[in-house]
């Protein structure tokens, strides 16, 4: 067994851990940008009476003109599969299970 008294063991490991802290390369200057720094607080909107919202959508066309919308922001590729392609399900990214087998009918 090794006996050495704990008085020799503490005085190396303040020695070790002097001279690795002086063998350090001096820290470089980070710059520092709060993840805050854009915050704009909360505005509390004073909301319009549901007639007057409900004929502000009428007078746009209803909800037909709020889909059609939408639908000519997506790009076209998106939006139908090519012809001619199986359908296939869409799998979620970074999922790679793959589909079980099917089964034949008797």
Same mark, same amino acid.
């Given at each position: 067994m090794f006996h *050495?008294?704990?008085?020799?063991?503490?005085?190396?490991l303040s020695a070790f851990a002097a001279l690795s802290a002086a063998a350090q390369p001096a820290p470089t200057v980070l710059d520092y940008k709060s993840a805050l720094e854009g915050y704009r607080p909360f505005a509390d909107v004073k909301?319009?009476?549901w007639k007057e919202a409900n004929e502000t959508v009428y007078r746009r066309g209803g909800w037909q003109a709020y889909a059609k +919308?939408?639908?000519? *922001?997506t790009p076209?590729?998106?939006?139908?599969?090519? &012809?001619?392609?199986?359908? +296939?399900p869409h799998a979620q990214p970074g999922h790679a299970m793959p589909m079980p087998?099917? &089964? +034949?009918k008797p």
């Open positions: *050495s008294l704990p008085a020799a063991w503490l005085a190396a909301p319009i009476p +919308e939408a639908a000519e *922001s076209p590729a998106a939006a139908e599969p090519p &012809k001619g392609a199986a359908a +296939e087998a099917a &089964k +034949e």
